[in-house]
């Protein structure tokens, strides 16, 4: 008889793992139940983080847990290095490994077999299926589980390593006139038209470094920020006239209570960025005004981060890697560079 197949809930979770009663529950073999207290099923946790943690604590108590195939390591990827990681680290990989799970749960191989071959065929695979977006996504996803293995003794080597190059898309080509940009801040309340303005002057900075400034940011010298691919790269942009007045009238808009606050936070003196990094709230009122302005026939529409090549349009190549933090001139070349050149 067929095995009954997983829910729809379910299917993105690891084999034997399921939701029940608003948790999350892990199936225990019958050959393991003196392992995970006598039961056959048991909760891991109201969370899936907190599952991910119950899980990983329990797994090198049990016997059978070795590492076979791709699935099996993606399975402990999953539970022991995850956790360990930032929350949009752990969300960007999430949203790849049910995809990864299918592909090689459907053709299972032993992961000490796994070759560059193999992973050329799972990206052709996804790249049309889904698009060269998730394909990429998946390619880095399995990358990192591979090197994960090489840690734990898995594998005595990462087979990817110079020998598997990951899928690429098209650099997005976008470009803001001056003139859309003018009609669309017209649009918005001052408190946004100063955030546009505040992101300009400040040479493009990340919808995230904007948003997660404090006042206590606001040094002698200039406005103190941290980078939010690499934390340890902090960097300060010095006062102008301009920048200093924007940043006054930012205060005089939005007076905080009592001490150290968000340079931007909501009607209920909450932060814009949420310790997940996520921008809920930004990024729904962005996508309303945005949507009034497209249907009004304001602008063409464009995403706030298109705003970061806008920053940076009259730098040179070197000098915009530079403002932008990049560590290669080539991510500004192809993501950053839309403004027609001039011959």
């Not at 197949?5 to 299917?11: F, T």
């Not at 209570?257 to 310790?275: M, S």
Request: charged letters at 25%; a positive charge; proline letters at 6%.
């Amino acid at each position: 008889m067929a095995p009954k197949p997983r829910s729809k809930v379910n299917r993105p979770l690891p084999s034997r793992w399921a939701i029940k009663h608003n948790a999350y529950y892990y199936r225990v073999p019958d050959n393991q139940k003196h392992l995970w207290d006598g039961k056959s099923w048991f909760r891991l946790g109201a969370s899936l983080a907190e599952a991910h943690r119950t899980f990983s604590a329990r797994l090198h108590d049990v016997a059978g847990a070795k590492v076979v195939t791709v699935g099996d390591l993606l399975d402990r990827f999953q539970f022991e290095f995850l956790p360990t990681k930032k929350p949009a680290t752990q969300d960007y990989y999430l949203k790849a490994l049910p995809v990864l799970r299918t592909v090689f749960n459907t053709n299972p191989i032993p992961v000490a077999l796994l070759e560059p071959r193999h992973a050329y065929q799972m990206t052709d695979h996804i790249s049309k299926q889904y698009s060269v977006k998730k394909a990429r996504q998946c390619a880095e996803c399995l990358s990192s589980a591979l090197s994960f293995g090489v840690k734990k003794g898995v594998l005595k080597q990462n087979p990817l390593v110079g020998q598997f190059r990951k899928p690429s898309a098209q650099g997005r080509d976008r470009h803001v006139t001056d003139q859309e940009l003018l009609a669309f801040t017209k649009t918005l309340p001052r408190k946004w038209q100063l955030y546009i303005m505040l992101k300009l002057h400040c040479k493009g900075r990340r919808k995230g470094e904007l948003l997660g400034l404090n006042r206590s940011d606001l040094l002698e010298e200039g406005i103190l920020f941290t980078n939010n691919k690499r934390t340890r790269d902090r960097f300060i942009v010095p006062w102008t006239q301009d920048l200093r007045g924007i940043v006054q009238e930012i205060i005089d808009l939005h007076p905080p209570r009592v001490g150290d606050a968000p340079l931007f936070f909501t009607n209920n003196f909450k932060p814009y960025l949420k310790p997940s990094g996520a921008t809920t709230s930004f990024d729904t009122m962005w996508q309303r005004y945005m949507k009034a302005a497209v249907e009004a026939g304001v602008c063409d529409r464009f995403t706030e981060h298109d705003l970061r090549a806008k920053a940076v349009e009259h730098e040179t190549e070197d000098v915009a890697a530079r403002l932008l933090r990049h560590t290669s001139v080539g991510v500004t070349q192809k993501h950053y560079r839309r403004k027609p050149e001039v011959l």
